[in-house]
């Protein structure tokens, strides 16, 4: 067994909603039955007993070894505590070739579970040993490593919980909520309200004070020091128990407390000197540790703090007992899990020592033995939730604090004897001020009742009943999806929004491009979500891309399938027919927001049927108002669009709206029809979005196919009394829609330019010249630049195929480079002909016609 191609879904695709890893899998004969291999399951098992029950797959009674690829990558990945649940093995048109796909929480887990899994089968088929246990070990290291710490992936799961869409926008803690114009962004528990000035300030401890002695906030007095000597000097000059901690710092490192003695002191000034060039020395507040969370303007969550610690048993080394301590699956060396690990450094060293410990002695049973005198969890502290025992006045102070330092999000460290008590009636005092507070002390503190921090601070930044997100539509079909894109993003522009625009020339943000090229996948449709200005988004959404990568977006507001026709890249990727192609391009439907809509060409049975799978509205567009799907759908009160009298009209129960034709440059007074079909699509768009039949009207009033607002899509031009049609249709329905349209516009004589994309089935590109070849009377061929994978000549040879029985063609010439057969043919063009030129380089071969126009 061979993995011969691993892609990456990274959004809802073909297989389910859930991000994954496919990949095609080749089974030999035996491999393809495993009751030809009696021995492999059980050897499965031995190696790996965590492992499900495996079944047959596809309807076939025989279990292929992909299958156990697919449930080993998976059950890997769950053991170690990814939440993953989806996996499926789908057998191809090809004998013993697989499509496997198996859900990942993280991509890289999701790649090394599979890569383990595979060698796990290779184990058990050749009698190999297999280390589960190291595997597994690989697996959970990578995965802490790589996914949201506690603190991020509390405010993701609070966001997610509300309907706002997220997206990581590196490996660490910065996270974007939302999309467009209505986007926010965290790193960590900072947002982008976060004041860099204010980040600042509370980084200064010294500073710190200062700015909260003046707001009437009680804090310890102490200076900044210089050197050693000067510390033990200011110590003197406080004149009791001192703390000495880094002027710049954050996590508790470098901070030592409760110290009294010379030797203390200096040593623990070279400590914090360590972390930060200035050293403070300040009075030490007797009492409990305690760290209060402000979000906005109220206290959310309040937690005691103890310090690092251990109980002698009389029998373990200190050292031995914080490797027992540190054994504790909630503890680790990261933020990732509840707890730290206990650290055994230099100040836990020193703090020992004051007490007659060091790590190598054997305290009493019973004896408590601290390791720091702080009590920071991320140097091994634990916390215990106090929140509905802070005394009012004790949370007026931490929200003024808050508010002095400019901090949104705040992490405020107080000392005092009693939580219950005003500070200022127990020489409390509040020592230190966090940005980027850590969070999992609040979220699954030690002991105490849990709270959602994650939820106040979403609650903060989005108001109540904000999803963050945009309007999207989403355009899939074999034709027509780009003039649709187009004509859509105009009729919503005409609301005054700024409308973010994928298709196959490029992005566009409002009317100007920002990339070129076919921007008809997902990393440029993430780009348009991730565009600031953005207020709504239209995006062609393509099948190469959904296929490789899934949709960029976890729902759209809108859905539009304008058609299903043969050409369209089948034979690729197995995609064979019509119907394996309908269920792609359903995909956007399947992910319709409940309150969205699909707008399905009901004279399409195969878009039609997608219907059933949209969890939203479903609005139906078809020309002939007395299709089957079209009437009972209106019939039901329900939305629709259809053509009456040279009107296009929107019907929903007994409100029925029309828009002339006439005022509808697009369809050239409905002589069109593949138009009028675009038109509707784009309508029922613009509807399902609310927009009011004049503002729909006053768009398509304004829109025209020109080669500037549509390049390629049917741009008509005049040429010395001929008439010149420049298209980029592929595809035999494309071309029959074509031939349709020229046939309602008069000519003297038909010319006809066209070649065929390399990766299109031999039967497709015959049919296209075959249907050519019954309405033209000379065909021009010529040759792509790109023959994706033919060789030369050989598209060539069966377009030639496709006109052995041309009803109408008279002459045939075959002209190198398609710019020559574009001059060729206006040679020949004479007052009263027609050519359609169908253009492969869509923006290359309109500078040139346009060059060829403005020449005398």
Not at 35 to 63: C, D, K, S, V
Not at 293 to 298: P, R, W
Not at 335 to 350: F, R
Not at 393 to 410: F, H, P, S, T, Y
């Amino acid at each position: 067994m061979d993995v011969s191609r691993i892609r990456v879904l990274r959004g809802p695709n073909l297989w389910s909603r859930h991000c994954a890893i496919e990949a095609i899998v080749h089974c030999s004969a035996s491999e393809s039955d495993l009751t030809r291999l009696p021995e492999f399951e059980t050897a499965l098992r031995a190696r790996f007993p965590e492992l499900g029950a495996l079944q047959p797959i596809g309807g076939n009674p025989h279990i292929p070894m992909a299958h156990a690829l697919e449930l080993a990558a998976l059950t890997l990945q769950a053991h170690v505590g990814c939440p993953v649940t989806f996996s499926q093995t789908t057998p191809t048109q090809e004998d013993g070739t697989y499509q496997v796909v198996v859900e990942y929480s993280e991509e890289a887990v999701g790649r090394l579970a599979l890569n383990h899994a595979l060698a796990l089968c290779h184990a058990a088929a050749d009698n190999l040993p297999f280390e589960a246990a190291r595997a597994e070990a690989e697996l959970r290291l990578l995965d802490e490593e790589l996914r949201l710490g506690p603190s991020t992936g509390a405010i993701v799961a609070a966001a997610v919980q509300r309907g706002i869409p997220y997206r990581r926008l590196t490996d660490g803690s910065m996270v974007q909520f939302g999309w467009g114009a209505r986007q926010r962004r965290i790193l960590a528990a900072e947002t982008d309200d976060t004041s860099a000035v204010a980040e600042a300030i509370a980084q200064d401890k010294d500073l710190t004070k200062h700015l909260l002695h003046a707001a009437g906030v009680p804090v310890p007095n102490g200076r900044p020091v210089t050197d050693a000597e000067d510390a033990w000097t200011a110590a003197c000059e406080i004149g009791c128990a001192v703390a000495v901690k880094p002027q710049f710092g954050n996590q508790g490192k470098g901070v030592a407390v409760n110290l009294d003695s010379r030797e203390q002191i200096l040593a623990a000034y070279h400590a914090a000197a360590r972390v930060s060039a200035s050293v403070i020395v300040e009075r030490y507040i007797t009492g409990h540790d305690f760290r209060l969370l402000v979000v906005g303007d109220a206290l959310v969550a309040a937690a005691r703090r103890d310090p690092p610690h251990v109980f002698g048993d009389g029998t373990h080394t200190i050292g031995a007992l914080v490797e027992k301590i540190n054994s504790d699956s909630r503890r680790s060396d990261g933020h990732a899990t509840s707890l730290s690990k206990i650290c055994l450094d230099d100040v836990a060293a020193a703090t020992l020592a004051k007490q007659g410990y060091d790590v190598d002695s054997i305290p009493a049973i019973g004896a408590l033995v601290l390791l720091r005198n702080n009590a920071n969890l991320s140097t091994g502290g634990s916390a215990t939730d106090v929140t509905d025992d802070v005394h009012p006045e004790v949370a007026a102070r931490a929200v003024d604090a808050a508010k002095m330092i400019g901090l949104n999000i705040c992490g405020v460290d107080v000392l005092c004897d009693s939580i219950h008590q005003a500070l200022e009636k127990q020489g409390g005092g509040i020592v230190e001020v966090n940005a980027a507070p850590g969070l999992r002390m609040h979220l699954t503190p030690s002991f105490g009742k849990p709270r959602d921090v994650g939820k106040a601070i979403v609650e903060m930044m989005f108001a109540n009943g904000d999803n963050a997100r945009i309007p999207v539509v989403a355009v899939a079909g074999t034709n027509g999806k780009t003039t649709t894109v187009r004509l859509t993003a105009h009729l919503l522009r005409q609301k005054g929004w700024c409308v973010g625009m994928t298709n196959s020339d490029g992005v566009y943000i409002d009317d100007r491009r920002i990339d070129s090229g076919d921007c008809s996948g997902p990393k440029s449709a993430r780009n348009v979500l991730s565009h600031p200005a953005v207020e709504a988004a239209v995006l062609e959404t393509a099948r190469g891309g959904l296929l490789r990568e899934g949709l960029a977006f976890d729902r759209c507001s809108v859905a539009i399938v304008t058609n299903i026709g043969v050409g369209d890249h089948l034979g690729l990727n197995y995609i064979n027919t019509t119907e394996d192609l309908a269920v792609v391009k359903r995909v956007i439907v399947e992910n319709v927001a409940v309150n969205g809509f699909a707008v399905l060409n009901a004279a399409d049975p195969p878009v039609a049927k997608m219907a059933s799978s949209c969890p939203g509205g479903v609005i139906f567009f078809a020309r002939d108002k007395h299709n089957s799907v079209i009437a009972t759908h209106y019939a039901r009160g329900l939305r629709a669009v259809y053509c009456e009298d040279r009107n296009i009209v929107m019907r929903e129960g007994k409100s029925v709206q029309r828009i002339a034709m006439a005022d509808i440059p697009l369809t050239h007074n409905g002589t069109i029809a593949f138009q009028i079909d675009n038109a509707m699509g784009a309508i029922g768009a613009a509807w399902a979005l609310g927009l009011d039949r004049q503002t729909i009207r006053n768009g398509l009033s304004t829109f025209f196919n020109t080669s500037d607002s549509a390049p390629g899509r049917f741009n008509i031009f005049s040429y010395r009394g001929a008439t010149l049609i420049a298209d980029y249709g592929h595809n035999p329905d494309a071309i029959a829609a074509l031939i349709a349209a020229v046939d309602d516009m008069p000519a003297r004589r038909r010319f006809v330019v066209i070649s065929g994309a390399g990766d299109r089935r031999d039967e497709d590109l015959r049919r296209q010249t075959e249907l050519l070849g019954g309405a033209f009377d000379n065909v021009i061929l010529y040759q792509d630049q790109c023959q994706r994978g033919r060789a030369d000549g050989e598209v060539l040879a069966l377009l030639r195929e496709g006109l052995s029985n041309a009803t109408r063609t008279r002459e045939i010439h075959e002209i190198n480079g398609e710019f020559n057969a574009i001059d060729f043919a206006l040679s020949a063009l004479q007052p009263g002909d027609l050519s359609l030129i169908l253009i492969d380089q869509v923006e290359e071969a309109l500078a040139h016609i346009a060059q060829r126009l403005a020449q005398p």
